[in-house]
């Protein structure tokens, strides 16, 4: 396993990072192509450290699962950097692409999905082993990787289909199999959405652990706040493609800044407020079409203290003083702007 001694290294950033996807154009030809594109990312900016776990967090549609895509080379990008271990990651194929998968693993939402119902455990591991690691995959080898997601004895699952395992028990393979590279980096992209409520705890138990015994740096994509409070060390919210508030995950779910954080922190569960909160009925509209975006903030169609100014620029990030590293996009926080209560 690979693993950084310094903890809080920076090990994945993104500069920038921007994906536009061409629509195509109905009718005669398939492979024609409008002039509009879906503005899927825009200008993203991130850093992932050794050792801890950073929760992206927004509702579907947002971009979250683009980035992930985008850092594990599975998309390209239009515009923008990434860099690993503080050099930048060019836009290769081949053998370098190899290279740098072996540095980032992406942990899919579906474990079902995401493996091949036809092979066996052992098939999945194996073949992660060999394609990084230049020795064999002996079944010592395969067990000590299932001892790591806590599935063991090994031999109890290693010659077992998919469909012969739980839910929680694929995902862990699934994670067992990206293990396997000997990873720097772990982009999980919301691996327990797919589970049990019961289980969901365990897993996101083992990628903190992950995370603090081999110094990893985990990516946590979600739509649950609560999840993300609970297991990141820095919340990011992401709205309609743009960052739009990031600090640690105490601050920015206990003092969010955001009208949209505050909205999604309202309109998750809670047993003690009503069913039908103001909050929830607010997220309820309609979300701005990232083919045709709206001019200044992107959320200011929904935003309930929306001002003249939000219709027509692009906020930029302002710094909180309320808690080191806590920043929001919103003109409510312009020194120019009245405080806000």
């Not at 980035?67 to 080379?73: E, F, G, K, S, T």
């Not at 271990?85 to 992406?106: E, F, I, M, T």
């Not at 701005?288 to 027509?312: D, E, T």
């Amino acid at each position: 396993m690979s693993v950084t001694e310094t903890n809080g290294t920076e090990v994945l950033a993104a500069v920038g990072l921007t994906k536009h996807f061409a629509v195509r154009r109905r009718g005669r030809s398939l492979l024609a192509r409008s002039p509009g594109a879906v503005h899927a990312v825009e200008d993203v900016d991130l850093t992932l450290c050794s050792g801890q776990v950073t929760a992206l967090v927004g509702e579907s549609g947002s971009g979250k699962s683009t980035v992930a895509r985008l850092l594990a080379q599975l998309v390209s990008r239009t515009a923008g950097e990434i860099r690993l271990d503080g050099w930048r990651v060019p836009a290769k194929r081949g053998r370098w692409l190899r290279s740098y998968r072996h540095q980032v693993q992406l942990i899919l939402q579906d474990p079902f999905a995401s493996l091949n119902p036809v092979h066996t455990v052992r098939y999945h591991l194996a073949r992660a082993l060999r394609l990084h690691s230049s020795g064999g995959a002996p079944d010592a080898s395969l067990s000590a990787l299932l001892a790591e997601v806590a599935l063991g004895p090994g031999d109890q699952y290693l010659d077992k289909f998919p469909h012969e395992l739980s839910g929680g028990q694929r995902q862990r393979v699934a994670i067992a199999r990206a293990m396997a590279a000997g990873p720097q980096v772990l982009l999980a992209d919301e691996p327990v959405s797919m589970l049990d409520v019961s289980i969901r705890l365990g897993v996101l138990n083992l990628l903190r652990d992950l995370a603090t015994r081999l110094q990893l740096a985990v990516l946590y994509i979600t739509h649950d706040i609560a999840s993300a409070r609970y297991l990141a060390d820095d919340i990011l919210v992401m709205y309609a493609g743009r960052l739009v508030e990031g600090g640690d995950g105490e601050t920015v779910t206990q003092r969010p800044a955001h009208p949209y954080t505050r909205l999604l922190i309202g309109s998750a569960p809670d047993p003690a407020r009503p069913a039908s909160s103001a909050a929830a009925n607010d997220l309820l509209a309609e979300p701005p079409s990232l083919v045709s975006p709206p001019g200044g903030c992107p959320f200011h169609p929904r935003c309930p203290q929306v001002r003249s100014r939000c219709r027509a620029d692009m906020p930029p990030r302002f710094e909180l003083g309320d808690a080191a590293g806590h920043w929001t996009a919103c003109w409510l926080y312009s020194p120019d702007e009245p405080a806000v209560p």
